[in-house]
């Protein structure tokens, strides 16, 4: 069986039964096949990118540029994040993109700080059983003296279409940020540099992404960040947000990715090692996301003392 992948077999696996389904269930699966029309014409001229990043992505990586602000998901935007982790922490993600139960999106995230660095483990997974993507990567990243981090990130992605077969790609991301001074840090970050293919003849490729990041921590309550992303064969993307700590125990997240127009803010509470964020976005034409974020933080002696 071949697992080369085109775009007719993704939109033809949509319909595979159509004639067996009832008039509600046709208009159902009508709507998730207009989703998938969207996001081809969106990525028309885009080679094919193995899990989707969450659609309140901005969200999740909001702390990448940061000392006091980031957490176990800000390496997702930039691995050199890592290096800022002080405690063992893991975090769990999930959001219903267009209030879709296909179109779920789960991510996993686990840091672990060590004398030799900062390791951490990310999953995410994409889609329900008739298509789906997963992507397992291991980062590692550490400081290189007070002034700049550094770090690394290797995944597997997988791509799987019911009754047509599964494929799958190895690539890398890198990243760095640099402290221009105790409240102001800058970044680059590059996924898929080299590009990895699918399938047994590779047409299918990860597209390459580049960015270049911006945080400043105004106090320990205000944070703001901003980020310039050029993916591969598409316009450049702006995504900007802002971070406001009202209490030490709630915090506010809002902001807006240029690409599609969508804005999102979130809630977080923060109850001793445990953080609750509810998070919601919306998109112009396909409505709302909803989401939740779930961080444990587990603390040394130092801190319990």
């Given at each position: 069986m071949r697992c080369s992948i085109n775009y007719?077999?993704?939109?033809?696996?949509?319909?595979?039964?159509?004639?067996?389904?009832?008039?509600?269930?046709?208009?159902?699966?009508?709507?998730?096949?207009?989703?998938?029309?969207?996001?081809?014409?969106?990525?028309?001229?885009v080679l094919a990118q193995v899990t989707r990043t969450p659609v309140a992505s901005p969200y999740l990586g909001l702390g990448a540029y940061s000392i006091s602000q980031a957490d176990v998901f800000s390496f997702t935007s930039n691995q050199a994040s890592l290096a800022q982790i002080k405690n063992?922490?893991?975090?769990?993600?999930?959001?219903?993109?267009?209030?879709?139960?296909?179109?779920?999106y789960y991510s996993a995230a686990v840091a672990l700080p060590t004398s030799s660095g900062n390791f951490g483990l990310q999953a995410g997974y994409f889609g329900f059983s008739e298509y789906n993507e997963t992507q397992l990567g291991l980062a590692y990243a550490r400081k290189l003296g007070s002034k700049v981090d550094f770090g690394v990130q290797f995944d597997y992605n997988s791509l799987q279409i019911a009754g047509y077969g599964?494929?799958?790609?190895?690539?890398?991301?890198?990243?760095?940020?640099m402290h221009l001074s105790e409240k102001l840090h800058a970044g680059f970050h590059a996924y898929n540099p080299v590009g990895g293919k699918f399938g047994n003849d590779k047409q299918e490729k990860l597209a390459s992404v580049y960015s270049a990041?911006?945080?400043?921590?105004?106090?320990?309550?205000?944070?703001?960040s901003a980020e310039i992303l050029k993916e591969e064969n598409k316009p450049v993307t702006v995504n900007g947000g802002i971070q406001y700590k009202f209490l030490p125990q709630l915090l506010a997240r809002a902001g807006v990715s240029t690409a599609t127009s969508t804005i999102y803010v979130g809630i977080g509470l923060q109850l001793k090692s445990f953080r609750l964020d509810i998070t919601t976005s919306h998109h112009p034409q396909l409505g709302i996301t909803p989401g939740i974020m779930i961080l444990f933080n587990v603390k040394s002696k130092a801190d319990k003392e």
């Open positions: 007719s077999n993704r939109f033809s696996i949509i319909f595979i039964r159509v004639k067996k389904l009832s008039y509600r269930k046709f208009i159902f699966l009508k709507k998730i096949f207009f989703i998938f029309i969207f996001c081809f014409f969106i990525s028309e001229k063992a922490t893991a975090g769990v993600y999930n959001e219903r993109r267009f209030l879709l139960s296909e179109l779920n599964k494929s799958s790609a190895i690539n890398f991301q890198i990243g760095t940020v990041g911006l945080g400043y921590e105004a106090s320990d309550k205000f944070f703001v």
